[in-house]
């Protein structure tokens, strides 16, 4: 079971960009990674996923070393707005029938102020 | 877009009652989740199915039952309910088989048990 470890919390300023790791030693060939947001009271929504090397969106960049046992998500200038909690999932694929057992770490919280 | 639906945004029980929370999603996905969320423990999976009548336990399903006879539907069931599963309770669904890890959450139910 590949479980992930994040930091806790971090701090920024408007207009700057910040840059969250995640550590996944133990991840397998098969599980993909993927950032999650979650604003307080509703559910997280997905940001970004990749397997190898680097993935960018409009939203943030993804950056995964070769041996895939971190990853990074970055937020370039950063606004008020992305004040969330951030979670790092890895895609596990022990249970049979197809279906994935997903779980998620404790998540960092991102505080961003003026 | 994917709506994932849950019934109840707020419910307040009583110890020993029986609670049901209901979740539909729209989009025909095979997977379906359901997470509990608490302050300094982020989100813990209960349980999941991957398909109609199919459930596999999560990482803490004990006190709880889920019941999924559609595919669009799965219930969440706390047989007798105590006051240490006051929590929030996120429903979330993802595609399938071929499932890379990107999860649709609803909104939340925020159970709380006098």
């Known amino acids: 079971l590949a479980k992930t470890t994040q930091p806790i919390s971090m701090d920024s300023y408007e207009g700057q960009e910040v840059n969250i790791t995640c550590s996944h030693n133990?991840?397998?060939?098969?599980?993909?990674i993927t950032w999650y947001q979650q604003f307080p009271s509703q559910g997280p929504r997905f940001i970004i996923q990749?397997?190898?090397t680097k993935v960018t969106n409009e939203v943030a960049s993804l950056f995964i070393p070769a041996d895939r046992k971190s990853s990074t998500l970055s937020l370039p200038r950063v606004s008020l707005s992305d004040t969330a909690v951030y979670y790092c999932?890895?895609?596990?694929?022990?249970?049979?029938?197809?279906?994935?057992?997903?779980?998620f770490g404790t998540g960092t919280q991102l505080k961003v102020e003026l | 877009d994917v709506k994932v639906t849950q019934s109840s945004r707020y419910l307040v029980k009583r110890t020993g009652e029986k609670v049901f929370l209901e979740c539909v999603q729209d989009?025909?996905?095979?997977?379906m989740f359901w997470y509990r969320q608490d302050p300094g423990l982020g989100l813990r999976l209960i349980y999941f199915?991957?398909?109609?009548?199919?459930?596999e336990k999560g990482d803490i399903p004990e006190g709880y039952s889920v019941s999924r006879e559609k595919k669009e539907r799965f219930s969440l069931i706390l047989e007798s309910a105590s006051t240490n599963q006051t929590s929030m309770y996120l429903c979330?669904?993802?595609?399938?088989?071929?499932?890379?890890?990107?999860?649709?959450f609803g909104e939340g139910s925020r159970l709380t048990v006098l």
């Open positions: 979330a669904s993802s595609l399938g088989e071929y499932d890379t890890g990107e999860l649709f």
């Open positions: 133990n991840i397998a060939t098969n599980d993909y």
């Open positions: 990749g397997y190898k």
């Open positions: 999932l890895v895609g596990d694929h022990e249970v049979t029938g197809g279906g994935n057992k997903l779980t």
């Open positions: 989009m025909d996905h095979e997977n």
């Open positions: 199915s991957y398909d109609v009548k199919m459930k």
